[in-house]
């Protein structure tokens, strides 16, 4: 990674929070302490920047500046927020297609499936602030420049996300091998958010009870689930290919 996608030290992560900069994490060392790091917590709780405490081994393979036990990494995007995203949607007149990632590690699957949803005019991304991929430059270019084009919303609380989104009247349709019904029962006319979890662990039991509908891809093979870029591009153009025949009725 290179120094210019980082930021070290207390006061120079604070005032980059402060001033607007896009920050997508603080790693922070595990035994840090003191007034400026009190301040430091606060400005990053205010600002929604997680923050993660680690050994400082872990920093110093980053970088051996003088980093004060704290760096920060910059985020290739600026993150929106969904509750501001989908209100707007409704003026518009738009009928929401949301994608809702869990647990996406990989940043070439991540880079895969942003453009497959710019592609197929997904109108947002939402993704959990901890234990997900982060927007770098490498996810960027694994996109063909999408994630410069569709929104993504990084969301503290993955589960509150969800909440909003079925509060707000869009169905929540989580694609997972726990599920009994085929892909193509479902309905997607109307607004539909499709949850998609990481391929070794799936989505989480939490965002499962609370998902309005599950549903499989069937497997006819040996192996037994698809990567989870594919899997995604098979929900996003079934939604599309009945959206398609509702305006064609």
């Known amino acids: 990674m290179k120094e210019k996608e980082m930021i070290f030290g207390l006061r120079a992560v604070i005032e980059a929070a402060q001033a607007g900069k896009d920050i997508d994490r603080v790693l922070v060392k595990r ?15 205010l600002h929604e920047i997680p923050i993660q405490k680690v050994p400082l081994e872990r920093i110093n393979r980053f970088t051996r500046k003088n980093h004060q036990g704290v760096l920060a990494f910059m985020s290739a995007v600026t993150y929106q927020k969904i509750e501001n995203i989908i209100p707007l949607l409704y003026e518009e007149g738009k009928n929401p297609f949301i994608v809702v990632l869990d647990g996406i590690t990989d940043v070439r699957n991540f880079g895969a499936i942003a453009r497959t949803c710019e592609v197929a005019g997904v109108d947002a991304i939402v993704l959990p602030a901890y234990g997900s991929v982060r927007v770098t430059a490498d996810a960027i270019k694994t996109s063909a420049g999408a994630l410069h084009s569709i929104p993504v919303c990084r969301e503290l609380n993955i589960k509150d996300a969800v909440k909003f989104l079925k509060d707000s009247g869009i169905k929540v349709v989580a694609a997972t091998e726990k599920a009994a019904e085929n892909y193509t029962t479902s309905s997607y006319t109307d607004p539909v958010a499709i949850l998609m979890g990481a391929e070794d662990v799936g989505i989480s039991d939490e965002l499962l009870k609370i998902s309005d509908e599950l549903v499989k891809l069937p497997i006819f093979g040996k192996i037994e689930s698809l990567n989870v870029s594919v899997a995604a591009g098979v929900m996003l153009y079934e939604v599309i290919r009945q959206r398609q025949l509702t305006v064609g009725n």
């Open 31 to 45: 035994e840090l302490q003191g007034e400026l790091f009190r301040e430091l917590q606060d400005v990053m709780a």
